[in-house]
């Protein structure tokens, strides 16, 4: 019996130490840059806006644009990192009116779904 348990310890220590060690190290990825931009026009509603940002892999620069309904247009420039946070400066251009004439309302008739 004894024979028989010195046989097993030595048969398990010889599986565990012939293993190899399958933990390797695991790296964190570094980020990575891009670029990216977009416009968007919708005659219909009259609505114009856009974005676009880039990044060096650890700070974000960006600025938006959007046409407010009262004429001017919002452009927001801004950067954005870990140490100073989302840093935005906001500006307008364009003098701020009233329409002349209004058009008909808009409406969406109910789908009726329930909600």
Partial sequence: MFFKVVVMVVVVMGATLTRADVYE?????EPLPYYFNYNVYDDY?????GQQEKSDG????GSYTVDLPDGRK????????????????????????????????????HQGYGH
């Avoid at 509603?45 to 806006?49: G, P, R, T």
């Fill in 25 to 29: 190290p695991v790296y964190k990825p």
């Fill in 45 to 49: 509603k009259d609505a114009n806006y």
């Fill in 58 to 61: 650890k700070t974000v620069y």
């Fill in 74 to 109: 919002q452009k927001v420039d801004y950067t954005a990192d870990h140490y100073k946070g989302y840093v935005a400066k906001v500006s307008y251009y364009g003098k701020a009116q009233h329409p002349k004439h209004y058009g008909p309302a808009i409406t969406f008739k």
